[in-house]
């Protein structure tokens, strides 16, 4: 498949990957400027840059690109470095841009009252998509919201039995009643959503937490709930909530740590677990700049 399309194909599907270039050439490579290579979140390789131990370097740069979802230049000095004779090359120095591709970032939103539409409206204008459900046709309609993806008007458990949201996919429960918030999030921890968060006071939030973890649903699973939802802007018109949310919702998608104390939490938990990936034998560190 044309790498193009396979990009095209992977945002549409909610994968992410990183694509990598090169970007200038001195003297002889074994291959060409603008050759490219694309590297996909489960580690699959789509065209070449030229192979041998640069492209196992440039993989292990892009694999550091998607978790961090930020840019890298590698430069590579293959005539001065004799670890880079392979046999493959003839001399001379190559640079490497190697960007991230992410998936459209859509939001499922359960609820299409005063919060959910306002939500709806914010995140528009920040570029996501929108997906709203609810379980009362006079709000949840397209005259309402004309630019959502996709518009539910059912009971909430038909609609759920037709989403399947992606692993790049932000859930926000915001329904008029802790019942339908509690069978949304009950189904919520057991998708692979990026983002999953519901709206509410800490005492309701306790109280769900307490029925589902009695319903046998695991705390590690709860845990990667963000309840109450939005950064703390003291919002309290449904605008304003609307506000920080997507706030919060923009620096999940954007890895901002600072915005995010949490989010250092994590990291430090997935550097201590024990890595899955295994890259392909490489060579000398490349010079990153």
């Known amino acids: 498949m044309d ?48 192979g041998g131990c640069v492209e196992a370097e440039v993989w292990q740069a892009a694999r550091e690109v998607l978790d961090t979802e930020k840019p890298r230049m590698l430069a590579f000095n293959l005539n001065k470095d004799p670890k880079y004779d392979t046999g493959l090359v003839c001399g001379g120095s190559l640079e490497i841009f190697i960007e991230p591709i992410l998936p459209v970032s ?7 009252g005063h919060v959910g539409y306002n939500v709806y409206r914010v995140a ?12 009362r046709e006079a709000y949840a309609n397209r005259e309402r919201f004309p630019d959502a993806r996709e518009v539910y ?12 949201p992606p692993e790049s996919a932000f859930i926000v429960i915001a329904t008029r009643g802790h019942r339908d918030d509690m069978k949304i999030l009950r189904w919520a921890v057991g998708t692979e959503a990026h983002y999953i968060g519901m709206i509410g006071s800490k005492r309701k939030v306790i109280t769900i937490y307490k029925t589902l973890e009695k319903e046998g649903v695991a705390q590690q699973k709860l845990d990667r709930v963000r309840s109450p939802i939005g950064l703390d802007i003291g919002a309290t018109t449904p605008e304003e909530i609307a506000v920080s949310v997507v706030a919060e919702l923009i620096a999940v998608r954007r890895n901002a740590e600072s915005a995010l104390p949490h989010m250092r939490l994590l990291r430090k938990l997935a550097e201590q677990a024990p890595a899955e990936d295994q890259a392909p034998a490489a060579c000398a560190a490349p010079v990153a700049s």
Request: proline content about 1%; charged content about 25%; glycine content about 8%.
């Open 3 to 50: 790498i193009y399309e396979k990009i095209v194909s992977l945002r549409r599907e909610g994968h992410r990957a990183a694509l990598a270039t090169i970007v200038n050439v001195r003297g002889s490579i074994p291959s060409f400027a603008s050759a490219k290579m694309l590297i996909t979140d489960d580690g699959a390789i789509f065209g070449t840059i030229g």
């Open 124 to 135: 528009r204008v920040a570029g996501f998509e929108v997906v709203v459900a609810d379980d």
């Open 153 to 164: 008007a059912e009971e909430f458990d038909e609609i759920l039995s037709k989403l399947e």
């Open 106 to 112: 859509t939001i499922y939103i359960f609820g299409a």
